[in-house]
């Protein structure tokens, strides 16, 4: 399967914690991104980052990006409740298709 | 500016019916995709289009198909319904870019029930 594989599959924590959900993919890739999405609604793009970049922030997500192992990760540091979601890695790994993770549901927990 | 915009919400139906989804992209947004999401389940790539052309399709059977129209706006049809066919199905648009690093907006997605 081209799809990505995420872990772990949950992750329960508590406010204030930090939150860290890994991707990991099979082929090249241009790029990855991550996706929220609240309870069965749509997803919500969160960052981009591209195949010769290693790290990226955007508030308080921190992206890596490691090619030579076909991995990221995503930290969200000082996490809230409305943070509670599921978490999506995808890429593309030529054209325009985009291929989405498995996904980590994060609670967070007051 | 509108969101993405995918009707109906909810849409309930027996097995062999066929089901008709709608999606409006957002303005200037001439590239549509399509995802199912199973309950559970991560997202199932379904379908491309651009400029009112398939560009890519996923691992789906034929009974899956749709169209683009010329004001960009996109339908998605399943004939011969099956009970696994129930799940979330999203919608998406982004720019076309030859980069690769398209960036998609989400609808609030159609969900599909078959009974």
């Known amino acids: 399967s081209q799809q990505g594989e995420e872990d772990p599959q949950a992750l329960s924590i508590q406010e204030g914690e930090n939150a860290t959900m890994n991707c990991s993919y099979k082929?090249?890739?241009?790029?990855l991104q991550w996706y929220r999405q609240n309870s069965g609604r749509g997803l919500v793009h969160l960052i981009l980052?591209?195949?010769?970049?290693r790290e990226k922030h955007s508030g308080r997500l921190r992206v890596t990006l490691d090619t030579s192992k076909k991995s990221s990760s995503l930290l969200i540091t000082a996490s809230r409740a409305a943070d509670t979601a599921s978490y999506f890695c995808?890429?593309?790994?030529?054209?325009?298709?985009?291929?989405f993770g498995t996904g980590t549901q994060l609670k967070v927990e007051l | 500016e509108a969101g993405v915009t995918q009707s109906p919400t909810h849409l309930i139906k027996t097995r062999g019916q066929q089901a008709t989804l709608r999606c409006s992209p957002i303005?200037?947004?001439?590239?549509v995709y399509w995802y199912q999401q199973a309950l559970g389940l991560g997202l199932q790539f379904l379908l491309w289009?651009?400029?009112?052309?398939?560009?890519n399709r996923g691992n789906f059977p034929p009974r899956f198909s749709g169209r683009q129209f010329p004001n960009y706006s996109s339908e998605l049809n399943v004939n011969a319904l099956e009970l696994e066919d129930s799940a979330l199905y999203l919608c998406?648009?982004?720019?076309?870019?030859?980069?690769?690093?398209?960036?998609?907006?989400f609808g609030a997605g159609s969900r599909l029930t078959v009974l």
């Open positions: 998406a648009s982004s720019y076309f870019s030859f980069s690769g690093a398209n960036v998609l907006t």
């Open positions: 082929t090249s890739i241009n790029n």
């Open positions: 980052i591209r195949s010769n970049e």
């Open positions: 995808a890429f593309t790994g030529g054209g325009n298709k985009l291929t």
């Open positions: 303005s200037g947004h001439t590239s």
């Open positions: 289009y651009d400029e009112g052309e398939e560009r």
